[in-house]
């Protein structure tokens, strides 16, 4: 991954940008010395933010059944079967 300062990305910007975009690779911004933030094109942080969503939605099933709150199959279909009349 590529590191570049804050005033690179201050003085570079447009050009940053280009490469983000033309490479599809995140460029991690350091400030002091110490990582500040990542540019990451839109694209990929989309795709990431999807990802994510699943992730958390996966996340909040397994809690659920480690809390006991799920439903049967029949259980399941017959609450389904009140919304389809």
Known sequence: MRTELVTTLKRQATELLSDI???RQPILI????L???YLVDVESY???QQRMSILEGIARGEQAIA???FASHDQAKARLARWLK
């Open 30 to 33: 350091t400030q002091h010395g």
């Open 35 to 37: 990582p500040s933030a």
């Open 21 to 23: 975009e033309r490479d």
């Open 46 to 48: 989309e795709h990431m």
């Open 67 to 69: 809390e006991g709150r």
